[in-house]
């Protein structure tokens, strides 16, 4: 169990839990992207649809010319379907104009409604003369044949989702070839198949299907080149007409594991999805390859409109249902979507989305989702943010370069969200970390911090240097003077003397924090605080100095709420007196403690001399004493005032150390100077072994004392002297004078 707990601990110190979230998220990414759901597959086309709007196919030539049966032609011809002898005289006029193929984007599944035998059998007011020589004329579905067989027509067929009767298996069918693995997987199917008359079917020169299936979103994007429908595999009208125009017998469909790559004409070779689709590059609607079927028909067409082109007949008609929408146009003509396949194809501007493209999509998705997971972690917030918008410029970049240069289509999508699936994953890791991390501070640090300062470092952890460093820093102790006596008045009281602590404790910290400081601990009636940690403090000096001068204002207004309650209580006053010392110097501070408990601490030999400074403010009768780096400090902000020259017990060096006796106002009052000068004479004279001097600037300093604020300090100088007459120093004496205590 300690192995395990130790191997969770390395691991979610080395490798953290939230990689490992953002691997497993990697992993279900990849597997979303091999079911490939609708909404992603939709996501993925809609990218494509985007190219397509900003860079549609630019025509470099119009091989294609469309006869439109227009409301022009119908308003002129009558209602569709026209009598076949018209759609024969329609296909005779084309090939004499030159049209290299004509293919009708239609199916005449039945005989004419208007052949001649139909007419003699239905005329009222006809005698059997007349219908006699209207049963000898050829029906107009052989006069359509007629002219089918005499030029290179190709007529479409439509699949069905419902089985339609049994086909006539003598009708032909195109031949197909297949190398590599097996298609039927792969193809589209239609359980029906609508062709048309068989006398028809048996004239043309191909048969092909022209029934286009949108996509979920009702677009079209993909045109099936190779389909089967009723268990016949027939080719698209666009795929026919070339086989036809190419004199290609048998079309070649090329196939892997990952399913049809590309179908091979004579001639001609160009690739298609895994289903045998192709992704028409479209362009622009044009209105300039329409021809009003009328014009063909009453030959008013220019004829380099028709020569040398494929023809369509279809319909732009809004009544005959036929419209489409594309990725550039909400309403295109399903015959113009043939004819900008059949652009695409022939002038080799078709886009393609390779069979390979899913393992460069996988590839780029781990690629950049590894680099993510192993160093995202490490990068600050604006770097985090920049890398990320780098990282999708580059796949939004590298698909649009593939697209314009290569006309493939690689999806930029998927590895898109799966890295910012993981990008986003760790940067809410990082938050839930952050806001931990900052309620652990705010935890650690709301009991000895101010509120600013405590939110200050929970905003920036990284000031928070933990396991200890070094730094210059002011250390301060306080204590109650004679609490001793106080708690026995209290002997009987517990409870009134917790009540007294907490009283006369809150103003005293609430001091320190109020000055940036941190308090370290309390110790019974004892207060340990420091400054410039775990935040920087330029003024530690200066804010230790007048958190000291606060407290003991703090306290005396204290005392006088208390006099007040004691007088109105009727029962013993005993004023509450604070010794603080103050000491600046470089000291560790960090967590210390064990593993199981901690504290934020500071150790140093300047934090040892603030506790002995504590200790002799009731030698010295002044209430803050300081060291000497604090003193430089804060001279000028202060009244300072040099007390003695040291050799605390437990240090080699001597140390000279001072009282704070008031604020700036204090220290510029003339009554203080001259004091101060006093005690500068006296201190000159004693260690210079003038006592007499000594003894006369005491002397004079007691008349100039009016407060009696020297007192304990002339006291211990005149007993000093007075030992020193009988037993004098030794000749190598500096001055300075050995603590007995600590």
């Known amino acids: 169990m300690r192995h395990l707990k130790a191997m969770r601990r390395w691991f979610s110190r080395k490798f953290g839990y939230a990689r490992l979230i953002c691997l497993v998220l990697l992993i279900g990414f990849a597997g979303v992207r091999v079911v490939d759901p609708a909404p992603v597959q939709e996501l993925r086309s809609r990218t ?34 026209w009598p076949r002898t018209v759609l024969a005289d329609l296909i005779i006029n084309l090939t004499n104009l030159g049209a290299v193929a004509v293919a009708f984007d239609s199916v005449f599944s039945e005989p004419d409604r208007l052949n001649p035998d139909v007419a003699a059998g239905t005329m009222r007011y006809v005698d059997e003369v007349t219908r006699a020589k209207l049963r000898s004329l050829p029906s107009n579905d052989q006069v359509l044949a007629d002219a089918i067989r005499r030029s290179r027509v190709v007529l479409g067929e439509t699949g069905l989702e419902s089985m339609t009767p049994q086909l006539d298996k003598d009708l032909p069918v195109t031949g197909f070839a297949s190398v590599g693995e097996d298609i039927d997987p792969f193809l589209f199917e239609f359980s029906g198949l609508l062709r048309n008359i068989p006398v028809l079917e048996k004239a043309a020169a191909g048969r092909g299907v022209f029934t286009i299936v949108p996509e979920r979103d009702g677009i079209i994007r993909r045109v099936p080149m190779v389909l089967r429908a009723q268990g016949i595999m027939m080719p698209a009208l666009s795929l026919e007409i070339l086989r036809v125009i190419t004199g290609t017998p048998t079309v070649l469909i090329k196939s892997d594991k990952a399913g049809i790559k590309s179908i091979r004409l004579r001639g001609l070779e160009f690739p298609t999805d895994k289903n045998g689709q192709v992704w028409v590059h479209f362009a622009r609607q044009d209105p300039s390859i329409y021809i009003p079927a009328a014009d063909v028909l009453d030959e008013s067409v220019p004829i380099d409109k028709i020569k040398g082109k494929l023809v369509l007949i279809g319909t732009s008609a809004v009544g005959l249902h036929d419209i489409k929408t594309t990725p550039v146009s909400p309403a295109m003509p399903g015959v113009e979507v043939h004819a900008q396949v059949l652009e695409s194809l022939l002038t080799g501007a078709a886009v393609s989305q390779p069979n390979y493209a899913i393992a460069v999509e996988f590839l780029a998705a781990l690629i950049l989702g590894l680099l993510v997971i192993a160093f995202a972690p490490g990068l600050g917030p604006v770097t985090l943010v920049l890398v990320g918008a780098l990282f999708a410029s580059a796949l939004i970049g590298a698909s649009w370069f593939f697209y314009q240069h290569d006309r493939l289509l690689l999806d930029f999508t998927y590895p898109l969200l799966s890295t910012t699936a993981v990008y986003l994953t760790l940067i809410f890791s990082s938050f839930v970390r952050e806001q931990a991390q900052r309620r652990q501070i705010r935890s650690a640090f709301g009991q000895y911090l101010s509120p600013a300062l405590v939110e200050q ?122 010794g603080v010392g103050i000491n600046t110097g470089t000291c560790v501070v960090g967590n210390m403690g064990s593993d199981q408990r901690f504290d934020y601490s500071v150790l140093g030999d300047s934090v040892n001399l603030a506790s002995r400074l504590e200790g002799q403010t009731k030698e010295y009768g002044f209430p803050i004493i300081v060291g000497s780096r604090t003193a430089l400090a804060v001279k000028d902000k202060f009244a300072i005032l040099e007390l003695d020259f040291i050799m605390v017990k437990g240090k080699k060096e001597p140390e000279v150390i001072y009282a704070i006796a008031g604020r700036e106002d204090v220290a510029h009052s003339e009554r203080f100077q001259r004091l101060r000068n006093l005690t500068i004479e006296m201190l000159a004279s004693y260690r210079g072994r003038d006592w007499t001097g000594a003894q006369d600037a005491i002397a004079r300093g007691r008349k100039s004392d009016e407060g009696h604020d020297l007192e304990l300090l002339f006291n211990l100088y005149e007993a000093r002297i007075s030992n020193y007459r009988k037993s004098p120093p030794p000749e190598d004496w500096n001055g300075a004078y050995a603590l007995l205590t600590k």
């Open 48 to 81: 494509f649809d985007t190219f397509q709007v900003i860079d549609p196919r630019v025509k470099t030539a119009k091989p294609v010319a469309i006869v439109d049966i227009d409301e022009k032609s119908l308003a002129k011809l009558g209602q569709w379907p």
């Open 457 to 578: 470092l929970a905003q920036s952890p990284e000031k928070l240097v933990l396991g200890g460093e070094e730094r210059e820093m002011t250390i301060l102790f306080s204590d109650v003077r004679g609490f001793t006596t106080i708690s026995e008045s209290y002997k009987n009281d517990p409870q009134g003397l917790t009540r007294l602590m907490n009283r006369f404790l809150t103003p005293l910290t609430n001091a320190i924090l109020a000055r940036k400081g941190t308090i370290d601990k309390y110790m019974g009636d004892a207060i340990m605080a420091f400054w410039n940690a775990p935040l920087d403090d330029a003024e530690h000096q200066f804010n230790a100095c007048s958190a000291a001068v606060d407290m003991l204002e703090r306290i005396d207004e204290l005392n006088k709420q208390r006099e007040q309650e004691a007088k109105e209580g009727g029962h013993v006053y005993i004023p509450l007196n604070v």
